[in-house]
C-alpha cells in the first residue's frame, strides 16, 4: 500500500512546487516592469520620460517600458519620451540634486552636460560624504547603547558572559573609557555633518 500512496504524494508536492514557481516568476516579472498596463494604455511618453529624467535614467530606460508595454501592444513615442527626459535631467543636473543623490548614498549617473560635470561630482561627493558620516553616526549611536547596557548590568552585578568575577570587574573599569571614546566620535561626527550641511545651503 505504501508503495502507491509514497509516489501520489511526490507528485501532488511536485505539482505545488512548480505552481509557487510560477507564481513567484509571475510576481517578480511584474515587480520589474517599469510601468503599468494603465501608464502603457495612457502613454503619455513626455510625462514619463520626465519622471525619467528628473532620477537621472539613461536613454536605454526607453527599452525596458517597451518590454513593460508589450502586452498592451503599445509602442513608446520616443520623441516625446526623450523631450520629458531632457527637461527632467535638467532637475537632475543640478548641484542640490547631485548633492542629495549622494546623500542617499549613490553615485551620480553620467547623463548630465560635460560642462557641468566637475561641479555637480564634487556636489556629489559632498553628499556622498554626508551619507559615510551618517551611516558611521548611526552604527556608533547602536554601538554606544549596547555598551551603556553592558555598564548598567555589570554595575549591578550580572555576569554577563565572563567566566569569572575578576573579568567581569575588569570589562566593568575599561567601559567608561570605551564610552567616552564613542561619544566623542559622536560629537566629531555630528559637526562634520553640520558643516557639511552649512556648506551645502550658502
Same mark, same amino acid.
Given at each position: ?72 501592444? $503599445? =509602442?513608446?513615442? !520616443?520623441?516625446?519620451?526623450? #523631450? @520629458? /527626459?531632457? %527637461? ?6 543640478? $548641484? =542640490?540634486?547631485? !548633492?542629495?543623490?549622494?546623500? #542617499? @548614498? /549613490?553615485? %551620480? ?94
Amino acid at each position: 500500500m505504501w508503495h502507491l500512496i509514497w509516489p501520489l504524494r511526490q507528485r501532488l508536492e511536485f505539482r505545488l512546487t512548480q505552481r509557487l514557481a510560477i507564481l513567484g516568476s509571475i510576481y517578480l516579472l511584474s515587480a520589474c516592469a517599469t510601468l503599468t498596463k494603465q501608464e502603457c494604455m495612457v502613454g503619455d511618453w513626455q510625462a514619463i520620460g520626465y519622471n525619467d529624467g528628473v532620477v537621472g535614467y539613461y536613454s536605454d530606460r526607453l527599452a525596458s517600458h517597451a518590454k513593460a508595454c508589450a502586452k498592451t501592444s $503599445v =509602442t513608446p513615442d !520616443y520623441q516625446l519620451w526623450e #523631450r @520629458g /527626459r531632457q %527637461l527632467g535631467l535638467k532637475q537632475y543636473c543640478t $548641484v =542640490t540634486s547631485a !548633492y542629495n543623490v549622494g546623500r #542617499r @548614498g /549613490r553615485k %551620480l549617473n553620467n547623463v548630465c552636460p560635460i560642462a557641468l560635470a566637475s561641479s555637480l561630482q564634487v556636489a556629489n561627493q559632498k553628499g556622498l560624504d554626508y551619507y559615510a558620516l551618517d551611516s558611521q553616526l548611526d552604527k556608533d549611536k547602536r554601538l554606544l547603547k549596547t555598551a551603556e547596557e553592558e555598564f548598567k548590568k555589570l554595575k549591578n552585578g550580572e555576569m554577563l558572559d565572563f567566566e569569572t568575577e575578576k573579568e567581569a570587574r575588569a570589562r566593568l573599569l575599561s567601559l567608561p573609557i570605551e564610552l567616552r571614546d564613542i561619544e566623542h566620535r559622536i560629537y566629531n561626527t555630528q559637526k562634520q555633518l553640520a558643516l557639511l550641511n552649512q556648506m551645502n545651503s550658502d
